[in-house]
């Protein structure tokens, strides 16, 4: 019986936080692994312009592989086009028992927006990352509701501040781990 946490976003690039998050959630939750999915596009960020979804996948496999309870999907990248949880969930409840999908506190403010909010729910658990800086929820709807929150060990860590500080030539030093690090100034990521 699998129980299994999925966490799905850019991952522009994948960070200390997310690692330390995915952590949390897996031993707060007794889950089995966490598979980390990157979106080839999301659909709530289809005017950024990320990384290649390349590039993005193999940091996310630089991160996680000498970890045995995390693992990666390339399952929205080979699909192509914006990303909808609903049917990679779909797709990823043929493999295995119990889904748990892991989204960030203010996602459940917009998630009635989302493709099939309520399929979504049929197919897994949402577990909604909540830290002690959160603000209170600005409405309370059916999903906020059936959501489950964790408080999790929270580190102030965001892509956007690691893509411009390589753009500024500054340090990423203990923001990535360190072969992250290393893809990224081999790759030449984020300098324009």
């Given at each position: ?54 590039d993005r996948l193999k940091m996310i496999k630089l991160a996680v592989d000498s970890i045995p309870f995390f693992d ?121």
């Amino acid at each position: 019986m699998s129980k299994v946490g999925i966490f799905g976003g850019t991952f522009d690039p994948i960070h200390l936080g997310h690692l330390i998050t995915a952590q949390s959630v897996k031993e707060i939750r007794d889950l089995d692994k966490i598979i980390f999915i990157p979106a080839y596009i999301s659909p709530h960020k289809t005017d950024a312009k990320p990384s290649s979804p390349e590039d993005r996948l193999k940091m996310i496999k630089l991160a996680v592989d000498s970890i045995p309870f995390f693992d990666y999907s390339d399952i929205e990248i080979k699909k192509g086009g914006v990303s909808y949880t609903v049917d990679t969930l779909r797709e990823l409840n043929k493999k295995y028992d119990k889904l748990e999908f892991i989204i960030g506190y203010d996602n459940i403010f917009t998630f009635h927006t989302w493709k099939e909010p309520d399929e979504i729910l049929k197919l897994a658990k949402i577990i909604v990352l909540k830290r002690k800086s959160s603000h209170p929820p600005q409405f309370e709807d059916k999903y906020y509701h059936q959501a489950v929150f964790v408080q999790t060990r929270g580190i102030e860590i965001s892509a956007t501040d690691i893509r411009e500080r390589v753009k500024n030539g500054l340090p990423i030093n203990f923001l990535v781990p360190p072969k992250v690090m290393e893809y990224i100034y081999n790759h030449k990521l984020y300098t324009e």
